[in-house]
Structure formats: C-alpha cells, structure tokens
C-alpha cells in the first residue's frame, strides 16, 4: 500500500493499492519505432563518500522501470563503484569529492550530455549549502524537468521552489517531519497543513 498526499486538495489522503493495472496506466507500451531516449531520460543526483548504494539503487530502477538512458552524477570517489556494476550505467563524476555546492550543480548542468525529463535528487547526497539545491532546482524548472526529491535534498527551504511544478517528494518519517514540521508556532496540524501548502498546488508527497 502506498499513501499518497496531493497538495491540490489541503491535506488531502488517498490510499492506492498498487496492483498490475494500475502500474500499466502510468506505464503505456513502448512504440516499434522509438529510438533510444523516446522512452525516457533520466538523471540520478545523489552520494557521497560513505553512501554510493542509495544512487545506485535509484538509477538500478529508473532503468528496470523502461527509461531508455539513465545518468548518474555522484562524487569523484564513488563513479569507479558505480561504473563498475554494469555497463549500463552512465556515470557523471562530480569535481566536489563527497559534497554537493554550487559548483558541483554548475559543472552538473555544463557536463550533461542531452537533455533529461526527470531528475531524481538527495538519495545518499551531503550537502554543504541549501543554495546548490536550490539552483539546480529552479536550473531544471525553468527547463521543464520534472523533479522527484528525496532524502537530503527535502529541506524546508525548497517548498516556494516547487510550487506548481508537479514535483513528487518522498520523505520517511524523519524527512517529513524536517520538511514540513521544521517550525512549530501554534497548532501542530496547523502548521503542518501550512507547510505542506506552501509547497503550491500540483505536486505529490509520496
């Protein structure tokens, strides 16, 4: 079972049952006659120098779920790790070993070889500054980048970001607490319900 919450209705819950049918309607069959890349593009943002496992997983399933290239940038220490898991995956050292700045988001957009439709963020990442995640976040919106944020890149200062760009956050309990509890002023559930407000309209906490 999966809880998912819709910003486009306050604190709104649905419970989704995730059976065959339901997977295929997101996942339509491929065209004969799509070449590589008409199926997807993906880039996976995450690692660092004790956690490479966390970006690989991520791109490990971007690939089984039908994407026809999958990019990876992780720090320098971890694309031998990576590369060598398969030759499937297409590594992108970032020059910043272990920390994710705002060079490393710089150098990230000047090196990326084509343009991607989703971007998968923070899994496994140490960031030194909020500022880095958040320029690349307004970097990929203002491309029409779709943006699923996860773990380290979920921080209270991203919500005015993503408003109305149909993100999806996927926060454990720790996260969603952090992401949208961070200041507690009157009424808890109030605040809560204000926080996750201040993400805008059109986007999904997963």
Known sequence: MVIIMSTNIRSSKETLSITP???QKFMPPRIESS????NGIVLVIGGSKIYHGAPLLSLLAALRAGADLVYTAVPESNALAIRSFSPNLIVLPLPDDDIFTLDSA???????PKKVNTVAMGMGMHIKNPDAVIYLINELKNSKTKLI???SSLIPAILPHISKTDTVVTPHAGEYERLFKNEKQGNEDDDENNSINNMGPGNTVL
Request: zero cysteines.
């Open 21 to 23: 049918e339901v997977i």
């Open 35 to 38: 070449r590589k890349g008409d």
């Open 106 to 112: 710089k150098t990230l957009l000047n090196i990326l």
């Open 149 to 151: 944020l996860d773990a």
